[in-house]
Each structure stands twice: as C-alpha cells, then as structure tokens.
C-alpha cells in the first residue's frame, strides 16, 4: 500500500504490536485471544488516548483475515442520517395484515439501536471467525438508549462481541459495566512517546531543534496522532522545528475567548460579546468544552466566593441540560443571558 | 408528463416513460434483453432456468430501480404486480399474494379487469426487508416462487447481504450505479423551469454533489429549497420571496395573543418544522428588543431543541405537539413587546454548526475508514488539520497536494475542497 502524505496516517499502528507504550495491555489482550472466547470489553480512559486504535487492531488481530466482514465501528456520536431515520420510521410500523395484538400498531424503536447496531448483531459471522466484534465508541452518548443493549449482548453473545468505549464511565449503566471486562488507559510513558517521535523525525528527515518530543508530549495530552500531525504542519511551517514552532501551531485562544466572554456577560459589557462569540463559535469546539473551561475560568473571578458558587450552580444545570440538545448557537446565546442576568443581581 | 397538484416532487416527477429516465442505460438495456429473452423463450415453449425468469437489481437509492419498472411495463405494455417487501414479510404473506398469480398466465383480472389479458411483471421491492430479523422464511419463499413462476420477476434491493446468497443463485443480478452529477444537474434544472423556480447552476451543481448520485434525495433537496426547507443552506441561496414570507410569518405569530392563535399559525407552514426554532432564534434580534424577554424567550427555544433532539433520536413523534406549543405559545407568551415595524431582513440559522451538516454526509463517512473519528470529530479537527496542511503549500502545490489527498481517501477533490473552503479565506 501506498503511504499517505499525511504523516498521522502513515505512522498510524497497523498491527497491535505497533501501538507505543501499551505492551503491557496488549500481551494482556492478546493472552485473553487465546482462549478464542473473548468476554464483552468495556475500554475506558481520558479522549485521545487510543482507545479506538487499541480496539480496532485487537479486532483485527483476533478475527485475522474476517475482519473486514466481521468487525463494525459504530460512533455514538455519529448523528442518525436521514436513511437511518427514514428506515427507523419505517419499520416501526407493525402492517395490520400481521395477527397478535401488535397488528397495526406504531412503534417507537430507539433508533439507534435499531439501525446501526441490530443489523449487524442479528447475522451470524461470515468465513471461519466464531464470533463478530462490534466496537461502539463513546458509548455513553448513547444515554438511556444504553438499556436496549442488556438484552443484545446476552441474546446475541454466541456469536457477537462488543468492545465499550467510553471516556466517562459514571455515565454507563450499572448493567452494561456488570457484562464487561474493564480495561483502563493511562497516558502513555514519555519513553514511548519520545522514542516514536525521533522515529518519524529520522524516517522523514525533520531538523528539531531543543527538546521537541517533550513540548509536543505536553501541548497534545501524549497524544501521538495529533503531536505527528503537528510535525507536519511545523516542518511546513519552519523547515528547523523548534519548540517555538510548536507553541505558535499549538497556540489556543480558545480559553482566553470563553474567559472574556465570561467577564464581559458578567460586567454586563454587551458590546464587547461579539468578537469573543464569535471567535468561540468559529473554534469549532463542542458546547461542553466550553462550558467546562468557562468552569475553570470562573475560580479567577474577581468576585466574593459565595458568588462564584451560584455562577458554578447555572453552569452545571446548562450543561446538564444540554445533553439532549442540538443546536449550539442557542445554547451559546442561552449561555450568555444567563451570565447576563446573574450580572444583573451582582451590580 | 402527467401532473397532479399536492405531490411532492419525487411522486409528481417519476418517470413513466423510459425516454424520461435519466442514465441508468446500460441496466435499462439489460432489463429490455432480459424480459425479450423470458418473452421469446416461453413463446417457443422452451424451458427458462431460474436465473433467466429473474433479475436482482441491487443499487443504492433513489436511482431509479422501482422506477424503471413501471416505465417499461407501461412502455412495453406489462401490467406490474408489485410486492412491497416492507408491508409484507412472512413467507405465508409472499406465498398468499403472489402465488395465484405467479403460476399462471392471467389472472389478477380483479386488480385490472380491463387489463386482464395483458402479460405480467412481478415487482417484488425491496427485497431486503423481507430477509428481516424473524422472516427467515420469506426468502425461501421467494426462491421457490421463481422455480414455478411463468411470469418474469424483477426484484431490486440496496446492499450485498450474505442473506441474499440463494437469491443469487436463483437470479441475475445486475449492479446499478449511482447517478452521475451531470445527470442529476439535468433533471433538476429541467424540474426547476417546470416549477418557474430561478436558480443558477452552482446552486444546482452543488445540490447534485450533495446527493451523493441519489437522485430522488436531489430532487426533494430541490423541493426544499423552493420551500424554505434547508438541508444545506450554507451554500444555497435562499429565494428572496421565501424568506419574506418566513418573517411575515413571524411577525404574524407574534402578534398572537394566545398560545392557540399561534399555533394555528404554525399550521400553515410549508417549510421544515424541524428547524423552526432555530430559524426563531436566528431572526429574534429584529423581532424581540428587550433583553428580559429574549431570555425568556430562548430558554423556551432550547427546550424546544432538547424536544425535537428526542423527536428526532427516539423517533416519537407523540412529542410533537409539545414542541409546537413550546416555539409558538411558549414564545409569544415570553415577550410583551415586539417590533413589528422593523425592516429587518430574514436571517438563516447557521446550520454548518449542527448535525444537518454531517447527517447525509458520504465523504466523511469515507473519512472515517482512515481516521476513525465520530463524523463530528471529523469535520471539527481533522478537516482543520489538513485544511492548514494544505494551506502552507504555496498555491501552484496546493491543487496537487489536494487532488493527491482526494485520490487516497477516494473522494473527489471537489468534495474536498467544499470542505477545506473556510481555510482558503
Ligand atoms: N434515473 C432517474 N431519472 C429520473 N428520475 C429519477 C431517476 N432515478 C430516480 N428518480 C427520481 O427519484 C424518485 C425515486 O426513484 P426510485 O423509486 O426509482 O428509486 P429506487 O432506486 O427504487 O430507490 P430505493 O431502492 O430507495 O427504492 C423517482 O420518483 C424519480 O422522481
Ligand atoms: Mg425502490
């Protein structure tokens, strides 16, 4: 196969023995494969830590040359697609030419369930694999939809694995956590990390200057596909890589803008919300993120602490109520009038 | 063409004729042998395997497959006998409906007395959902419905299914493509002067890539954008009339008194209610001046979203009129004064932040096999990532580096250039 110009993917791990600092892990796994009888996985751990990749290339190492047909990756948070939807609707109609007391009756099936994960449960493996493997990513988006899985992964287990990811395993359901084996992830060691950096650098020719794997090693979270990929963006911007490099690509003014439109909102300064808005909004980052740095923003507030409380209180009970929401710009804007109003009851 | 008012596009423009088809020849052409062949060798009384008594036409949707056989029946002059997998999907339903007529000549004459000598299809639709979860039987039915049938059948279904293996061996497949963008460019623009609609080819060309070769997804796209509904609208320009009659609209439920008022209001929409509270929310500022009103009146649009965020997920359209007394009453309730004098122009939402985005979105479902990311995730970082990638390489490398990325991910370098555009500027 061709290697691909982006340098995250040429130097993705394509086996598991591939994947840096996670020996351990997989020998574990691996020791797990032997028995041909996997338990359902629960992966847990931090965003950005390889949860997936591990699931995937252990799938692939199980079920060998059956991958392709036999492995699936559901994301929980793909939106449904309107033919997912469309099929949900459709199907959820019982035809009255059916006998029983179902007969003409309207369903309502949890949709994602339905469309994306039944399909593939309900048919047996194709070739010589004993078993499928179905990964579902962020597993915990899926909120009470969660419940509809105690009976698939028990009715179909013959013949169907599940590999859980999750980063937030308080939100999985009891029931879920008690049919898994759990695997936790940790950062990877910086040994690991280093080592693969000064690997892709010789193989590609990069010129660092200073001590580039520990600067990335901190700016990306140890995360190796995001610190290549600033590699390539940084040998393109500065033939001599240096940590400066890094810091300008790397450079986020993601939190410097929620903490103005923070301060701003709460002094009451509408006009100046625009530009901080709309620098968010272009961030591409999720609601929730911003929320959760406004969070840490809100402990530098110049403010007496019982008041930081109650800003602390709205912004817990939007988040929570945002879970089910869609659209961002109306939680954005929801956002600000209540800062507003708070800023209101401080002056 | 025969048109009826009140269809919607899809319905109202389906071809009758084969010379209305766009593309699909070659299968056209395959479909005309096939149905020669079953004529010829059942009137010199040879006998017909089964593979040449049915053909499987397997292709994604919306290209033309049901479509087609109702063209050339009505052109060759069959009548069609359709089974609709989606109604029916027991063997003993497949068995009850189609055995009486699949074993003998002419029968059916109930359906279409006048018609009663004429020779049969058999349409058996949809054949994936006949091999749904507990209806093993079904397909079983179908295989020996094809070994006694005396009429030519033809099935179509969307994917490749390992369920489909005796199906194969019983029939002849034929692979159907989806459409080609000139194609679709075609009809639309023939559709938009039949309907009076201006609009100018970029806006055409880029429904048609959006549609992934789905021509009936194009179509209704088209419909959309005539009505006020938005599946894409970055791109698009709306209609000037439409969205005067949007803000007319609103200004009209504004000035309701009570929740009921309003929601009668709503009634007599024609654009996409799915996305009403947005389009509220985008035109608040020229509507709603007071502050405290505004906030009122968002929290009601939020919980409006979170309800049609369930509607949509759960599929429980029981919850629906909830949502429209909460974007009509809810909304009219919170304010105690509005601006109706204003001169303000209609706003869009901005839908590029929202899963409108990614909903229908094959390219980043083509990403995803590379990246493994949630479509989101996709559009949100790594498509900023090659976007600055890109970007750095001076402008004679920039349309190499971007077709060689198109050539990996096997998408064109068109569609990935919509993407990278906001990194150009
Ligand atoms: N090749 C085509 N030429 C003209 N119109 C088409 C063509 N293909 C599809 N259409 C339009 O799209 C609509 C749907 O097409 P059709 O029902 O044939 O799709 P299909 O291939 O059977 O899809 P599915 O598998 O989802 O049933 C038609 O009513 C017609 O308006
Ligand atoms: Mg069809």
Known sequence: MKDSFLLRLKYQPKTLDEIPGREEMVKDLKEMAKSNDIPHLLFTGPKGFGKLEMARLFAQYVLGEGYNSNCKIVYGSDPLTQAERDETRRLSYIPTSRVGSTAGRKFTWPAFIFSRIKPFVELKPISFNPYKILIIDDFHLLSDQQQGFRRLMERYSAYCRMIILTDQISSIIDPIISRCNIVFFNQIPYSAFEAKIGEVAKQENLKLRGNIPKTLYIATNANLNSAISYLQVGSLVNPEITPDTIYQITKDDFQENVGNLLRNALSLKTNSLRIPLSNIKKSGRFFNEIIEIMGEEVYNLPIVEIKKASILEMLSQIDFESVDARSEDLLLDNLVHNLIEIGVKLT | ?425
């Open chain 2, 1 to 425: 063409m025969k048109k009826k008012p009140d269809l919607p596009w899809i319905e109202k423009y389906r071809p009758t004729s084969e010379k209305e088809i766009k593309g699909f020849t070659t299968n056209i052409k395959k479909i005309k042998e096939f149905l020669a062949n079953f004529e010829s060798k059942q009137k010199s009384g040879k006998q017909l395997k089964s593979p040449e008594k049915a053909i499987l036409l397997e292709g994604p949707p919306g290209i033309g497959k049901t479509t087609v056989v109702y063209a050339l029946a009505n052109d060759l002059g069959y009548s069609v006998i359709e089974m609709n997998a989606s109604d029916v999907r027991t063997e003993k339903a497949i068995v009850e409906t189609l055995q009486e007529s699949i074993s003998t000549t002419d029968l059916m004459s109930f359906i279409n007395p006048k018609k009663e000598h004429r020779k049969k299809i058999i349409l058996i639709d949809e054949v994936d959902g006949i091999s749904g979860q507990s209806d093993r039987g079904g397909l079983k039915a179908i295989i020996s419905l094809i070994k006694i049938s005396k009429n030519p059948i033809i099935m179509t279904c969307n994917f490749y299914s390992t369920k489909f293996r005796g199906l194969y061996d019983a029939s002849t497949k034929i692979q159907c493509r989806s459409l080609r963008s000139v194609t679709i460019v075609n009809l639309l623009r023939e559709i938009a002067t039949k309907e009076k609609l201006t609009v100018n080819d970029t806006v055409l060309e880029a429904i048609a890539g959006n549609s992934g070769g789905d021509m009936r997804s194009a179509i209704n796209d088209l419909q959309a954008l005539a009505m006020g509904v938005f599946s894409d609208v970055e791109f698009l320009d709306l209609h000037r009339d439409i969205q005067e009659k949007i803000f007319t609209f609103l200004q009209a439920m504004f000035d309701q008194k009570t929740i009921k008022n309003a929601k009668d209001i709503l009634s007599n929409i024609d654009f996409d209610y799915k996305i009403l509270h947005q389009i509220i929310h985008a035109n608040l500022p020229g509507l709603v001046t007071q502050t405290k009103d505004l906030h009122q009146v968002i929290m009601n649009l939020v919980d409006a979203d979170t309800l049609m965020s369930r509607i949509m997920t759960r599929m429980d359209f029981s919850l629906l009129p909830y949502y429209f007394d909460l974007v009509s009453g809810g909304v009219i309730l919170s304010v105690e004064k509005h601006t109706s004098d204003s001169s303000g122009r209609f706003k869009m939402p901005n839908l590029s932040s929202l899963q409108f985005r990614y909903a229908s979105d094959a390219t980043l479902e083509e990403l995803q096999k590379y990246f493994y990311k949630s479509k989101p995730e996709i559009a949100r970082t790594i498509l900023p990532q090659i976007g600055e990638i890109i970007c750095l390489y001076n402008d004679s490398e920039k349309t190499e580096k971007l077709d060689i990325l198109a050539e990996e991910f096997g998408i064109t370098s068109l569609e990935l250039k919509k993407y990278l555009q906001d990194f150009q500027n």
